[in-house]
T-cell receptor, first 111, second 114 residues
Framework: SQQGEEDPQALSIQEGENATMNCSYKTSINNLQWYRQNSGRGLVHLIL?????REKHSGRLRVTLDTSKKSSSLLITASRAADTASYFCATDAPGNTPLVFGKGTRLSVIA | ETGVTQSPTHLIKTRGQQVTLRCSSQ?????VSWYQQALGQGPQFIFQYYREEENGRGNFPPRFSGLQFPNYSSELNVNALELDDSALYLC?????????????FGPGTRLTVL
């Protein structure tokens, strides 16, 4: 079963614009991670945010976590054509559970 | 690039056949997880191996089995293939710890079952 659900399913923006993707989940979590996948290849880890953190930055990426709303957002600033990919959130619940991935957001950045 | 390799890249099998997929983990990682990703879906956890023992399993039938070797490489075996087994199979290695640690993914094996 997939706990995380990304929104929107697909997003198309112009190069230089910001892209925001959201993830909602159903149960309590330990951590939430964001991954990127280029056209059906392996996933690349972007960022991990713990349940006691509210915001984290990594380069052009900003992730927020609101545990009261069970949601997270990923912001990519000043997007580039190379950011075109699918983005997945993955959560893990307390008790050494495996990662559960959402269905992803397909981002297209048009040059 | 993560340093995790998988073989083969693509594979075509017919229903009822058996398949073996292989994975070499990133240097220093002794934990390997396998995921199935159907088209348009996120990866689903199949199982994890730590120090050559299965360390947790997702909701997959027993015809999905695995092995981990002393050098931490791993195999995924699927018996009695079904059409729904067509998917991208991903392995991911991680540092020893919990099942939810940061995963370092390989490029995947695309399996098509006809």
């Amino acid at each position: 079963s997939q706990q995380g659900e990304e929104d929107p399913q697909a997003l198309s923006i112009q190069e230089g614009e910001n892209a925001t993707m959201n993830c909602s989940y159903k149960t309590s979590i330990n951590n939430l991670q964001w991954y990127r996948q280029n056209s059906g290849r392996g996933l690349v880890h972007l960022i991990l945010i713990r349940s006691n953190e509210r915001e984290k930055h990594s380069g052009r990426l900003r992730v927020t976590l609101d545990t009261s709303k069970k949601s997270s957002s990923l912001l990519i600033t000043a997007s580039r054509a190379a950011d075109t990919a699918s983005y997945f959130c993955a959560t893990d619940a307390p008790g050494n559970t495996p990662l559960v991935f959402g269905k992803g957001t397909r981002l297209s950045v048009i040059a | 690039e993560t340093g995790v390799t998988q073989s083969p890249t693509h594979l075509i099998k017919t229903r009822g056949q058996q398949v073996t997929l292989r994975c070499s983990s990133q240097s220093g990682h002794n934990t390997v997880s396998w995921y199935q990703q159907a088209l348009g879906q996120g990866p689903q956890f199949i199982f994890q191996y730590y120090r050559e023992e299965e360390n947790g399993r997702g909701n997959f039938p027993p015809r999905f089995s695995g092995l981990q070797f002393p050098n931490y490489s791993s195999e995924l075996n699927v018996n009695a293939l079904e059409l729904d087994d067509s998917a991208l199979y991903l392995c991911a290695s991680s540092l020893p710890g919990t099942r939810s640690d940061t995963q370092y993914f390989g490029p995947g094996t695309r399996l098509t079952v006809l």
